[in-house]
């Protein structure tokens, strides 16, 4: 099948050490990932799971595609310098080293009646981004938080953009965690951007038939990775 291209365009001359581009999401997974096995009593290989009689065990989440595909999907916006952020008693201040804007934070009134979850402040931050994005025509671009990312200090609003229309680099919209002080480094992910073909879409409801057993039983004819087996298409991001 004949991949897509999707352009990122350096909106300005910068320092080539400068990461301005992002990068597809499967070179930026998370320590956490790479450490958990797919077996929860440690091992990586099946047979050895069953075989350790004193660990019962389960499949973890690494087994589950789904969930991995969210992570491995699509490209990363990384922070290109590192900043750091003090709380202060006129709120948040934020620095860097860097001649040019990392983020920004507009008037407030921007949030409007947006619920912001407890445990962030209801500031509005922007991560500016130092490169545009150019989808093929009838593409555009889903924007999101870094996929299962909790562990960040900060919270990137969800976006959709036109992006094979949109003239201009896109802005992040963020939030940043209540109490967080200290540094965000170079290279943390940002933003997650997906690719998506717009489609005109409408919806039908069914009622149940006898054929849904036949799938019900097909699930079940693996032993283990029956989705991965059967039913995954492999997603490819250069």
């Not at 910068?14 to 990932?33: A, C, G, Q, T």
Request: aromatic share 14%.
């Amino acid at each position: 099948m004949k991949s897509k291209k999707i352009i990122f365009k350096a909106i300005s001359k910068r320092d080539k050490s400068i990461k301005v581009y992002p990068e597809p999401s499967v070179m930026h997974l998370p320590e956490w990932f790479r450490e958990t096995k797919p077996f929860s009593n440690g091992h990586s290989n099946f047979l050895r799971a069953v075989k350790d009689k004193e660990n019962k065990f389960e499949a973890t989440m690494k087994l589950c595609v789904p969930f991995t595909d969210t992570m491995t999907s699509g490209y990363t916006f990384l922070l290109p310098a590192t900043i750091f952020v003090q709380q202060t008693e006129g709120g948040p201040k934020i620095t860097w080293h860097v001649p040019f804007e990392i983020l920004d934070s507009p008037k407030n009134e921007t949030l409007g009646s947006y619920p912001v979850p407890i445990e962030y402040l209801p500031i509005l931050f922007r991560w500016n981004s130092l490169s545009k994005i150019i989808t093929p025509k009838g593409y555009s671009l889903l924007v999101t938080h870094p996929s299962h990312r909790h562990d960040l200090p900060f919270h990137t609003l969800t976006g959709f953009v036109d992006t094979d229309q949109h003239p201009n680099a896109i802005i992040f919209p963020f939030l940043l965690r209540k109490g967080f002080e200290g540094f965000i480094e170079e290279g943390t992910p940002i933003a997650q951007v997906f690719p998506v073909k717009r489609e005109n879409w409408k919806s039908e409801q069914q009622e149940y038939t006898d054929d849904e057993e036949f799938h019900v039983e097909r699930v079940k004819s693996s032993f283990l990775r029956t989705y991965k087996k059967k039913y995954w298409t492999r997603k490819r991001y250069q």
